[in-house]
């Protein structure tokens, strides 16, 4: 599975933006989707994930009532709604892929290369 995310960018506080991930192959459906940040000088941390048909999510506490996980998988794409975005949520996001439902960085097997969203106050 390559993976590539798309929709970063530079807003201020309060704004909103939507990250997308386009996956190639014909298997995008079986696979658990997720999103990681990584912020300068910090570890990579979870975000959301979201099960291969989209009937379960989960979200960091961060981030929980504010971002939105969702995916089409007509369209082997996974988003990342963001909303009242913060100062705090500067980082590059990455989408990751894997076969088991995992919130941390190891359980995820395939990764695309991060889009930078930076908040400013």
């Known amino acids: 599975v390559q993976l590539q995310a798309s929709g970063g960018g530079l807003v201020q506080a309060g704004d909103s933006l939507r990250l997308s991930c386009a996956a190639s192959?014909?298997?995008?459906?079986?696979?658990?989707m997720g999103w990681f940040r990584q912020a300068p000088g910090k570890e990579r941390e979870f975000v959301a994930v979201?099960?291969?048909?989209?009937?379960?999510?989960s979200y960091d506490d961060s981030v929980k009532g504010r971002f939105t996980i969702s995916r089409d998988n007509a369209k082997n794409t996974v988003y990342l709604q963001m909303n009242n975005l913060k100062p705090d949520d500067t980082a590059d996001y990455y989408c990751?892929?894997?076969?088991?439902?995992?919130?941390?960085?190891?359980?995820?097997?395939?990764w695309g290369k991060g889009t930078l969203v930076t908040v400013s106050s």
């Open positions: 990751a892929a894997g076969l088991s439902y995992s919130t941390i960085p190891g359980g995820m097997s395939y």
């Open positions: 192959g014909r298997t995008f459906s079986m696979y658990v």
């Open positions: 979201i099960n291969w048909s989209g009937s379960s999510t």
